[in-house]
Structure formats: C-alpha cells, structure tokens
C-alpha cells in the first residue's frame, strides 16, 4: 500500500469510529434494531491485509467501541469474530470477474448487489454474536433474534448508505 491509501484508509477509520460513537450510538428502532457501522472499519479494510493485522485491528476497533458503550470487550469479541470469518466470506461470495489481491471492497468496485450480500454476511456473523453474548441465556432467544435480524438489516443498509453518498 503507498502512503496515500495507508493516509486514506486511517482517515476512514477515525470516520466510522467517530460516526458511531458520537451518532449513531442513539440511533435505535423500535428498541430492537440498532447500528454498528462501525464494522465497516474492518468490512473495507483491502483485500491484501493479512488475516493476523485484520484480527489485530478488529481487536483494537471492538475495544475502543467497547470503551465507550461500557460493554466489557462483548464488540470486540465480535468485531474479532466477523474479521476472522472476513477471508471465507470473501473467498465464497464475491465473484468478480478478474479478481485480483488488489481487490477493493467498495460499493463503486463490487457493485450493489454483491456488495450488500457481503456486508449482509457478516454483519450478520457479527451482530449473532454480540447479540448472543449480550443475552447469555436461551430463555431470550425470540427478542434476540428479532434483534439480530433487525440490526443487520439496518447496519447493512447504513453501510450501502453511506457507501452509496461518499466518494469512493
């Protein structure tokens, strides 16, 4: 990576991170559907990153969130969690044609379809386990995964969203 992309992709990160901290954190529906775009740190970080910098940086990501929701490491154990599973997802749903390392996971380079079906995966890897830790119990499996559902479904569209309006 040259020095450009290296300044670009920690500028977006700061973005998300603050995005989500600052706004996005009261940003709830209906009390069940809540966003974490701050997964798309890790979501379009490039393709080339290996899997140990990727765990490493979702670890960091999660802990900072963690810090600020006061939630005891439950988002970076699933931040970590949907980094690790990042390389099957890619491996299994993104077909493009000449697909090389250099990939770049943008609405822009993907296109809406695929690139939805991709945030769709894992966010939805992501929130099952946040969720899940957070309910500890099956006796709240029902309101769980009605919020799982509904979270994923609302990340994933902010994702698309702000996808959709940036530059790139």
Partial sequence: MTLREILSTALMFLLYLVLQILLVRNLVLFDYAFCFVYIACILLLPNETSLTWLLLIAFITGIVVDTFYNTLGMHA?????????????????????????????SLKELGVGVFFRYVF?????????????????????IPTLIRIIASTLFTTVSIVLIQFFTRN
Avoid: C, N
Avoid at 121 to 141: Q, R
């Fill in 121 to 141: 995966i894992l966010a939805l890897i992501h929130h099952t386990a946040l969720f899940s830790i957070e309910a500890s119990s099956l006796s709240l499996i």
């Fill in 77 to 105: 154990a699933a931040t970590v969690l949907m980094a690790y599973f990042r390389p099957l997802v890619v491996r299994t749903q993104i077909d493009v044609p000449g697909m090389e390392s250099r990939l770049e996971f």
